[in-house]
């Protein structure tokens, strides 16, 4: 690899980028002059890097637009073969909603995107083009750096920092070696290139430093599980079991991790300090009035900003009322035609004064909208037609309404009073601040614990999840009760709360479909930023079998913190309703569609639940539930998720340790 600032210069400038006196500032190359260049300089098949499964897509899109194509005749007619080998197990409705046209379109232009949010058909059709020379230019995540053959002679990346879903952070050492390593094609290339793009924050020093350097820090996540826990006790005697340990990876960096978290903690604590100062008015109590707010809009079927006012309104807005809106050269009257519950808050669709249709969300208005009026919808309600809209447009023409936002306000809470801070013109910036504050809050809460826990060594750790099993019943001194023995057959990260949950018969006397979602509280895990939509439940029976969960769930991450051991994942049940669908027979289409899930999340999450449900078809105590969670997973096993390749469990389970343990010790 060498080492230039050539591309610096080269990349500089542009057609359209200089400024009114003729000088040329400098900028970032854009994707499609990245392309060009690579194509000119015979420096293709190359792999882009992006940090964002989103910018991915929208790389490949505009690369197509822009009119780019990479490929011959006889090329695309191969990339077709491939594809339409590979996917022959999907059907075309589940292909038309996995945006399969683009894709195809893409790939016959020698260009694809691969990240984790795409099925792993379309992938591995990716995987398959790029290794046989195919396609020439792959805009892929840093996923793709590990375990998948895709040589290129070039690799690109974007820039040298990535989100880490807390904040952005510049690339280790290691990780760069782990991306650039992809360049250079054994017994084609002498070497590999690799290219970072020219940013007025990233000086070519910094680029060297980290290229150069051969200094890689490795963080063991190993710690005693309670699966292992019962494994050691099942298999080593109590000094040989502690002897394993102590010689670990993770015991020689325990005393290190310490002060790393220690400095974590300190920013984050900065952090909340300034958030809870930007979330204070001067009209009142900001906390007091989210409380209010929460307790007034409990029964909401849906409420992703249920903190904010401008949200809350919109959420109650109806087909057929009139709106003030301030929008540019569409400001003024508009009428709601259809509204649309999203991950992001509820949408609408509206007709203005003007005869525009516009898509519309709460960042569109700067205050609660005012209802100024309603008008009556055409009898035949179909809002996605021309005719309709047109109608609509004309009522609204004629309906004698007040121009300005003087009509009702929409009520925001249904609370007993007036509250102060209300009057507060930065309400919107302070809901916002207070809820990042609180979930700032909980992650310092976190990091202390880690930071108390790592302070002991991780045999003191193994000797505390001990304590917790024996208080469960779960071992008996130095011998695994029969609980014990279910639990050492268990394998998932929340291990003791799903075999406690069959022990108090929570997923006994279910049908598969309610069994399949009520199981996935333990699978899926919310990452987004935005706050889930409320749970729905098949039933008032399995809420308060959920209820019992996430109550054990909260009973044993107080005694693990107590113990300074690291929180176990609390359940989650925002996929309940996700996978009982599914398992119930709905279509791949109104599963995804209706809850914007991506294919790739859609699949991992559903093969995940499988998995699990195969276990506890083997370990559950009661016969019927040992039936009815593998007839859910093989409800779960089909269309897509079948062609996205089997979930492989074999009958038993094995109980061995080595795989979690041994890879840890040092000379093992």
């Not at 020379?133 to 998948?148: D, M, P, Q, R, S």
């Not at 999340?601 to 506890?616: A, M, W």
């Amino acid at each position: 690899m060498r080492l230039t600032e050539e591309g610096t210069n080269q990349w500089k400038g542009g057609r359209g980028r200089g400024s009114r006196h003729g000088t040329r500032r400098l900028y970032p190359p854009s994707r499609v002059e990245v392309v060009d260049r690579l194509e000119q300089e015979r420096m293709l098949p190359a792999i882009y890097f992006i940090f964002s499964r989103n910018q991915c897509d929208e790389a490949a899109k505009t690369c197509l637009a822009a009119g780019i194509r990479l490929t011959t005749g006889e090329q695309r007619d191969r990339i077709h073969e491939i594809a339409e080998a590979r996917l022959a197990g999907i059907e075309a409705d589940d292909l038309a909603v996995l945006g399969y046209s683009q894709f195809l379109a893409q790939l016959e232009a020698g260009i694809a995107a691969h990240h984790a949010g795409m099925v792993p058909p379309f992938k591995e059709v990716v995987e398959a083009c790029f290794s046989e020379g195919l396609i020439k230019i792959v805009f892929a995540t840093e996923t793709l750096a590990v375990g998948i053959n895709m040589p290129a002679r070039t690799v690109v990346i974007d820039k040298l920092t990535k989100f880490t879903g807390e904040h952005h952070a510049t690339l280790t050492a290691g990780e760069y070696t782990q991306l650039t390593g992809r360049a250079g094609r054994r017994g084609i290339d002498e070497y590999g290139q690799a290219i970072v793009l020219w940013t007025p924050f990233t000086p070519f020093e910094q680029i060297a430093g980290i290229a150069a350097s051969r200094w890689f820090h490795l963080n063991s996540a190993f710690r005693p599980t309670y699966n292992m826990a019962a494994n050691l006790v099942r298999t080593y005697s109590s000094e040989q079991a502690h002897h394993l340990l102590n010689l670990s990876f993770a015991q020689y960096q325990a005393d290190g991790d310490v002060v790393r978290l220690e400095t974590k903690l300190s920013r984050r604590q900065a952090q909340l300090a300034e958030l809870t100062e930007q979330a204070m008015s001067p009209f009142g109590d900001i906390e007091d009035y989210r409380a209010q707010l929460r307790e007034a809009n409990k029964p909401a079927a849906y409420a992703p900003g249920r903190d904010d006012p401008i949200d809350l309104a919109i959420m109650k807005l109806r087909p057929g009322d009139v709106v003030y809106i301030n929008k540019g050269k569409y400001a003024g009257r508009a009428a709601v035609i259809s509204t649309a519950n999203r991950k992001g808050g509820t949408r609408l669709s509206v007709i203005t004064s003007r005869h525009d249709l516009l898509m519309l969300s709460g960042t569109d208005f700067e205050s609660p909208p005012a209802v100024l009026g309603s008008i009556d919808m055409p009898a035949d309600f179909a809002p996605h037609r021309n005719d309709f809209q047109r109608e609509v447009a004309a009522r609204l023409d004629k309906a004698k309404l007040k121009a300005q936002p003087q009509g009702r306000r929409i009520p925001v809470v249904s609370l007993d009073g007036y509250h102060p801070v209300e009057d507060d013109p930065d309400l919107k910036a302070r809901l916002k601040a207070a809820a990042q504050a609180e979930r700032v809050a909980r992650d310092v809460e976190e990091i202390r614990t880690r930071v108390k826990g790592r302070g002991q060594s991780i045999a003191r750790d193994f000797d505390r999840v001990l304590g917790i099993l024996s208080a469960w019943g779960y071992i008996d001194g130095w011998k695994l009760t029969e609980a014990g023995q279910m639990l050492a057959r268990t394998f998932h990260e929340s291990d003791l709360l799903i075999v406690e949950t069959l022990r108090q018969g929570l997923l006994d006397d279910l049908d598969p479909a309610t069994l399949a979602g009520l199981v996935s509280v333990f699978v899926y895990e919310h990452r987004s930023s935005e706050e889930p939509p409320l749970a729905w439940f098949p039933n008032a029976s399995v809420r308060k079998r959920w209820l019992q969960i996430a109550s054990l769930s909260s009973d044993l991450r107080e005694i693990e913190e107590e113990d300074g051991l690291i929180l176990h994942r609390p359940p989650d049940a925002t996929f309940l309703a996700i996978a009982f669908a599914w398992a119930a027979g709905e279509g791949f289409a109104e599963v995804v569609e209706a809850e914007e899930l991506s294919g790739g999340d859609f699949v991992r999450t559903i093969k995940q639940l499988i998995d699990l449900l195969r276990q506890i078809a083997i370990v559950a105590p009661v016969a019927a539930t040992r039936r009815s969670a593998e007839k859910a997973a093989e409800a779960l096993f089909r269309g897509v998720v079948a062609a996205s390749s089997a979930v492989e469990i074999e009958n038993d389970v094995p109980a061995v340790v080595t795989s979690d343990v041994l890879s840890e010790v040092v000379g093992e």
